[in-house]
């Protein structure tokens, strides 16, 4: 009888340990990636991985993967709400071949990109895709070298919010940032950032759907652009652009809107010197600000 009461004592312990103790397979909310790592590895600080597809398995919904050091850590799919931060130094990479280096298609998902440097180097189609989200925060980002877009926002449907705050557009052949959705509603805010030596700076191209999208462009620049500075068209009622504080200096046309959208500029803007001798086409109008 001792023997029995001491075998389902010691087998009581043993079911409350496996009862309380973590799955092996639980995700973290925080993990890690070094130029260093493996993705064999749990992703921890002590034991990073290597690329972000590696790390991003290994992450729960709404939590953040973090660069340990410099390095190249993979083109990328994001499927849910997630935080990819390549240090204040700017030290993550994304270099991208014949593809796009960051899809996003999280769903109802909010999606942070911050402190990456993400390099087409000449080949790849488009620095950031964005197709499904609540919304996508692209922070203190160089974004460059891309044969298509730098930032290419083209949702069907839900509200988005896309944020582009200081962070660096440049050198991409078919244009900077495009806002094409096909439905829902497209709410955009470019702030702090430079969108220069694209194919065009920013456009709003609200054609090819039923959705609405209004963008602002508040202290920045699309300079130097072989196309627009920025641009818009689509419904009027759906379809507005909004400029302040900003530069559109030295492109074929500061500004480009086709009827009926609308675009408003507060007049505290440098829209000047474009190539084709037209500063803006179309009617902008005009608010001063209070």
């Not at 909310?29 to 790390?55: E, I, L, Y």
């Not at 660069?67 to 994304?94: E, Y």
């Not at 950032?193 to 609200?206: E, L, P, T």
């Amino acid at each position: 009888m001792t023997n029995s009461i001491r075998f389902l004592a010691l087998l009581g312990t043993i079911l409350a340990f496996f009862l309380q103790a973590p799955s092996a397979s639980a995700q973290a909310t925080r993990t890690w990636v070094s130029g260093v790592g493996d993705d064999v590895n749990p992703c921890s600080r002590t034991a990073p991985c290597k690329t972000f597809p590696g790390a991003i398995s290994k992450t729960a919904t709404g939590g953040e993967i973090d660069v340990l050091d410099p390095g190249g850590f993979g083109t990328v799919t994001i499927t849910k709400a997630i935080t990819l931060d390549g240090g204040g130094g700017i030290v993550g990479s994304l270099l991208a071949a014949g593809t796009n280096a960051v899809n996003v298609a999280a769903g109802t998902g909010f999606v942070i990109l911050r402190n990456l440097r993400i390099n087409g180097v000449g080949q790849g189609i488009s620095g950031v895709s964005y197709t499904s989200g609540s919304g996508l925060l692209v922070e203190n980002c160089d974004i460059f070298d891309f044969t298509s877009f730098g930032i290419n926002i083209v949702p069907s449907a839900g509200n988005n919010n896309i944020i582009v705050q200081n962070s660096s557009i440049n050198n991409n052949t078919a244009g900077g940032i495009q806002f094409k959705p096909s439905g829902g509603n497209t709410f955009g805010t470019v702030t702090g950032s430079f969108a220069n030596s694209n194919g065009f700076g920013v456009n709003i191209d609200n054609t090819v759907g039923s959705g609405s999208v209004s963008v602002t462009v508040d202290h920045s620049s699309a300079n130097q652009n072989v196309g627009n500075g920025a641009s818009v068209s689509g419904p009027a009622t759906t379809t507005n652009l909004l400029v302040s504080n900003s530069s559109l200096l030295y492109n074929s046309v500061g500004i480009t809107v086709t009827s009926p959208a609308s675009a408003t500029s507060f007049q505290n803007n440098l829209i000047a010197q474009s190539t084709s001798g037209s500063n803006t086409v179309g009617t902008v109008g005009t608010n001063t600000l209070k």
